[in-house]
């Protein structure tokens, strides 16, 4: 099983649709989670982190489910400009036991929205 | 503020000749560095990460190796590449005192091995 898994879509949705993409990992020692927008041949950008108790950015909420081990994100109302490539980050320790320094990428979520 | 400075932007290199890539940060101490790759359409692979100086932790057996010499510093090298090493090479930091940290990436070196 991989660390950290996501559905790569495409999701093909209308500017104004509601969308939602989730994002497994299966490491239960996780501490830290974070979703990145990646545009073409760029590099990663953040575009929240997620806590606990989940958290709203103006149209995109993140959210985390420790009891099934996964993290989610919505996104309301969208825009042309939203289309991307969504990643979840999520930090697990190493064989060690001493550092959370490891963060490993799911393959991503292309979204593409229309007019 | 903190940078952080990734060169060269594209590398074209024959198979077999060797590879240096050079990372560094600016404006914070003892952070965390990362070296990723991402083949054409794909998602990112850890291939290094760091928590310190000469602490180097592999998660890609192949013919890469990272070295940290000094804090701020991270080098992703070869001695021989492979047609299989081109893509994208992502260096990143976080801050090594906060597990909670985000990633912050440098803008990537397109490498095309021929």
């Known amino acids: 099983r991989k660390e950290v898994e996501q559905d790569p879509g495409p999701f093909n949705v209308p500017e104004g649709a509601t969308v939602a993409f989730n994002c497994t990992y299966s490491n239960s020692a996780s501490q830290s989670f974070f979703w990145y927008r990646q545009d073409c041949r760029k590099e990663p950008k953040l575009l929240m982190s997620?806590?606990?108790s989940g958290n709203e950015d103006g149209r995109f909420t993140a959210q985390l489910n420790r009891a099934s081990q996964y993290i989610s994100l919505l996104i309301r109302d969208s825009k042309l400009s939203d289309s991307a490539t969504y990643l979840c980050?999520?930090?697990?320790?190493?064989?060690?036991?001493?550092?959370?320094?490891?963060?490993?990428f799911g393959q991503g979520t292309i979204l593409t929205v229309h007019p | 503020s903190q940078t952080i400075h990734q060169w060269p932007a594209t590398l074209v290199q024959p198979v077999g000749s060797p590879l240096s890539l050079e990372c560094t940060v600016e404006g914070t101490s003892n952070p965390n560095l990362y070296w990723y790759r991402q083949a054409a359409g794909r998602g990112l692979q850890l291939l290094f990460y760091?928590?310190?100086?000469?602490?180097i932790s592999s998660e890609v057996p192949q013919n890469l190796s990272a070295s940290r010499p000094q804090d701020r510093q991270f080098i992703l090298s070869s001695k021989k590449l492979l047609l299989s090493d081109s893509g994208f090479y992502l260096c990143?930091?976080?801050?090594?005192?906060?597990?909670?940290?985000?990633?912050?990436f440098g803008n990537g070196t397109r490498l095309t091995v021929t």
């Open positions: 990143a930091w976080k801050e090594g005192w906060d597990r909670n940290s985000p990633l912050h």
């Open positions: 760091s928590v310190g100086i000469g602490q």
């Open positions: 980050v999520v930090n697990s320790i190493n064989a060690g036991g001493t550092s959370y320094g490891k963060l490993t």
């Open positions: 997620v806590y606990s």
